[in-house]
Nanobody, 122 residues
Framework: QVHLVESGGGSVQAGGSRRLACAASGRTFSSYAWFRQAPGKEREFLVTFTWNTGRTLYADSVEGRFTISRDNAQNTVYLQMNSLKPEDTAVYYC?????????????????WGQGTQVTVSS
């Protein structure tokens, strides 16, 4: 059975950093993505990454502050978040698909982690 398990959430002050991890069990997916959802808002695309080619696409809201990376041996994808702002407060989700070059819509990803809360205080 395939699972995605996120970790690394917590509280941080504005301007700080946090690294989230998404560990995949079962098999390696073709594309991974990170989304977030704040209370009362729709799920927001942050970044997508194609495992074999390294193709990466960031949302404008996080480009330059967030970086996605991978650990092949651990079959894990990371989201390094720097210069965090209070508006980055949300539940962060890892998602994955067997299709190459995953896009920006949540509907393109069939597999989701349970979510991890990130709270940025001012």
């Amino acid at each position: 059975q395939v699972h995605l398990v996120e970790s690394g959430g917590g509280s941080v002050q504005a301007g700080g950093s946090r690294r989230l991890a998404c560990a995949a069990s079962g098999r390696t997916f073709s594309s991974y993505a990170w989304f977030r959802q704040a209370p009362g808002k729709e799920r927001e695309f942050l970044v997508t990454f194609t495992w074999n080619t390294g193709r990466t696409l960031y949302a404008d809201s996080v480009e330059g502050r967030f970086t996605i990376s991978r650990d092949n041996a651990q079959n894990t994808v990371y989201l390094q978040m720097n210069s965090l702002k209070p508006e980055d407060t949300a539940v962060y989700y890892c998602a994955a698909t067997y299709f190459y070059n995953g896009g920006i819509s949540p509907s393109e990803y069939a597999y989701w982690g349970q979510g991890t809360q990130v709270t940025v205080s001012s």
